[in-house]
């Protein structure tokens, strides 16, 4: 099967990575409460947050996305090298662009850089996963969940495959089961949303999980459908951003297109703000396309390494393209 790429699908291609960086920015200003949002007040990209942050610039969720998707655009994700390749560029941008890094991401990308020279940083850094899961029992931050889209991107026609590489990449940075599971299924969900322009109901999608974890990830589900995102705070752990973000979709703002109106929800989910909008960003924008996503955000949104909302788009195309 291979997905005709027709103005409409190629307009929710780049909304995966418009929506994500958008809902990135959206987010970054509240990020742990960083500034104050009124229960009824939209969120803007008014910058500020950890980094601190310019008006409309992204943070480490669409920074690291961006290194997986120039990997997938180059040279595709199926192949060992091509975790090796994302792993050597999130240890550039640790080094040279990151504004702000998750615990368990930095670590373990200070462990490869500290083995530089050997070859093999995907196998330097799932050791290292390994030894922090190992040590703490606690790897399943919502860290790899985070940048997961692009992997969508790479595998539109190839259902079977995006399953084992959207689990690889995750596994990267965050070798708990339930963190590859949360990756797997949202993308699965943006995959779904691009080649058919449509909301999936992702208690369809939990068959692509392994079976012993299906019945939890549906009741996961579930509690999403009836809850709203700020249920789901503290949101730092894999599930919790990911029933947070699948919240927004589902308990939209009462303000603005369905798009603006779930980013805006996402947003008052409160703890981790930017991360949550962005994972709901990337399915939002693959359902509804770039066209939804506001001229005013497209103008201002910007971040590492010196991208705007045109770099983005071309990105995203170079991936599907070169599949
Ligand atoms: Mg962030």
Not at 67 to 72: E, G, L, P, S, T
Not at 115 to 124: I, K, L, Q, V, W
Not at 266 to 284: E, K, M, N, R, S
Request: charged share 20%; hydrophobic share 45%; net charge negative.
């Amino acid at each position: 099967m291979t997905t005709q790429l027709d103005a409409a699908v190629l307009d929710r291609v780049e909304g995966v990575l418009l929506g994500a960086a958008c809902g990135d920015a959206l987010g970054v200003p509240y990020e742990f409460g960083s500034a104050p949002l009124g229960a009824s007040e939209a969120p803007r990209m008014i910058g500020g947050g950890l980094g601190p942050y310019d008006p409309g610039e992204w943070s480490d969720d669409t920074q690291m996305a961006v290194v997986i998707a120039r990997v997938a655009a180059a040279r595709g994700l199926t192949d060992g090298t091509a975790l090796d390749d994302i792993v050597d560029g999130w240890v550039e941008w640790l080094e040279g662009g990151a504004s702000d890094v998750g615990m368990q991401t930095r670590a373990i990308l200070r462990s490869v850089a500290a083995g530089r020279g050997t070859p093999g940083s995907a196998g330097r850094a799932l050791a290292a996963g390994h030894e922090l899961h190992r040590r703490t029992g606690k790897t399943a931050g919502n860290g790899s969940l985070m940048r997961t889209a692009p992997v969508a991107l790479a595998f539109l026609d190839d259902p079977a495959s995006l399953t084992l590489h959207a689990r690889d990449v995750s596994d990267l940075t965050h070798p708990d089961p339930v963190a590859g599971d949360a990756c797997v299924l949202w993308c699965h969900a943006v995959r779904f949303g691009v080649v058919e322009g449509a909301m999936p109901d992702l208690a369809d999608l939990v068959v692509e999980l392994p079976a012993e974890r299906r019945d939890q990830w549906a009741a996961w589900v579930a509690e999403a459908d009836t809850q709203p995102p700020a249920a789901f705070a503290p949101n730092g752990y894999v599930v919790r951003a990911f029933q947070a973000a699948w919240s927004a979709v589902r308990h939209p703002a009462a303000e603005g297109t369905p798009l603006v109106a779930s980013l805006t929800s996402a947003v008052h989910a409160g703890d981790d703000t930017d991360t949550v909008a962005a994972i709901a960003g990337a399915l939002l924008g693959a359902c509804w396309g770039a066209a939804s996503v506001p001229e005013s955000w497209l103008a201002d949104v910007h971040g590492w390494p010196g991208l705007r909302a045109d770099g983005l788009r071309d990105l995203a195309r170079r991936v599907v393209e070169r599949r």
